[in-house]
């Protein structure tokens, strides 16, 4: 079965305190990973793709990575804005329909 | 360009009702995906449109229901509703559908069901 495991559940960082937020799966044939944040509110908003063990992308203070079995979303210097709760999510080619297998998040504050 | 939207925002309802949840994508965009948050399950993949055809459903029992129209408006529908349903309903939309680098979400529709 499909699987999307994400830790931690929380984390609480200081303002400038780098960390990284852990994404571990199990599917049959990853098609592509995905990292979504989401505001209290809000709708989920997207922030990587990867498709292919050894990729990397960034965006500001994000970087993501990619290995055979799980992702990492490294923040570092985080700000206040930083805070949201981070989702992953994995589509398999075979299974699942091709849908999308959420994580239920990783809920980050930074504190300043 | 404008984003994706939902309507209504907030839905009170009783069990045993039914409920109608509209969604209107991105100009151009044809496929509208959607979503089920709870903060017990986290974020369940519902069922996908494209042009009109639902194109993948995830393991909801049928009293979830969709539509989509040719405008790529989409819809949801909830018979005999019950108290579990209550949750964030959220939808997607892309230009090809699952799978693709970028699906942009829409703020939501929040379902009590008392």
């Known amino acids: 079965e499909d699987q999307v495991t994400q830790s931690p559940e929380a984390l609480r960082l200081q303002e400038g305190e780098s960390s990284s937020l852990n994404c571990s799966y199990t599917?049959?044939?990853?098609?592509?990973l995905f990292w979504y944040r989401q505001d209290p509110g809000k709708g989920p908003e997207f922030l990587f793709t990867?498709?292919?063990a050894g990729e990397e992308k960034e965006k500001e203070r994000l970087k993501a990575t990619l290995t055979k079995k799980e992702s990492f979303l490294h923040i570092t210097a985080p700000k206040p804005e930083d805070s949201a709760t981070y989702l992953c999510?994995?589509?398999?080619?075979?299974?699942?329909?091709?849908?999308?297998?959420f994580g239920k998040g990783t809920k980050l504050s930074v504190k300043p | 360009k404008a984003g994706v939207t939902q309507t209504p925002r907030y839905l009170i309802k009783t069990r045993g009702q039914q409920v109608t949840l509209s969604c209107s994508p991105i100009?151009?965009?044809?496929?509208v995906s959607w979503y089920q948050q709870t903060p017990g399950q986290g974020l369940q993949f519902l069922f996908e449109?494209?042009?009109?055809?639902?194109?993948n459903k995830g393991n909801f029992p049928g009293r979830f229901s969709g539509r989509q129209f040719s405008n790529s408006r989409s819809e949801m529908n909830v018979s005999t509703l019950e108290l579990g349903d209550s949750a964030l309903y959220l939808c997607?939309?892309?230009?090809?559908?699952?799978?693709?680098?970028?699906?942009?979400f829409g703020p939501g529709t929040r379902l009590l069901v008392l």
């Open positions: 997607a939309s892309s230009v090809q559908g699952l799978g693709e680098e970028t699906q942009y």
């Open positions: 599917v049959s044939g990853l098609r592509g």
């Open positions: 990867l498709y292919s």
């Open positions: 999510a994995v589509q398999a080619y075979e299974g699942s329909q091709g849908n999308l297998i």
């Open positions: 100009s151009g965009h044809r496929s």
């Open positions: 449109y494209f042009s009109e055809t639902q194109r």
